[in-house]
């Protein structure tokens, strides 16, 4: 199932929330109690990611892309404040720029709004242990799942303009002048 529609955004945060917890305490013995956070986050952003596409191989693409971006930070050193904002603004890049192409300046807006209001949420709650890194994940993604509701895709054919019946004729007639 594609998390591109409201439903299914939702299902993936229930889902994202309840999987955190025992992936973060399976995590302890390696990072840590309280620095389980970035890498499920990491994580679940390229499973969410995987799922903005329709076809298997951008899919694949996409979660292996994120994946090895999320790595790279992590690589470099990168808390969980720049790691999160750097997935943030990568996922927004995928969902409002390629995956679903959108008006640019509504989906610029939308992605800032829903981006700040979830980074704070996996900010705010996102330190203390498995149980804090499961809530923060479920939040985060929670946020994100009101994208598909205001994010700007409307109808089919909604972002072409439709001429008049008046305007359609005229340059009917004017090319049939012009001898096209």
Known sequence: MAWRHFGGSLLFAAAAGLAAYPLALLLVPWVGWAHTTAPVFSLAVALYTAGLFRRPGARATAALGMGAFALALATAGAGLPSLA????????????????????????????????????MLLLFGHGGPGATAFAVWAYFLVQSVHPLVGGRGREGEGVRQLDPFEEARRHAERILDGV
């Open 85 to 120: 904002v750097s997935l943030g603004a990568a996922l927004a890049l995928a969902r409002s720029g390629v995956a679903a192409p959108v008006r640019p300046l509504r989906a610029l807006a939308v992605e800032i709004v829903l981006g700040t209001a979830a980074l704070a």
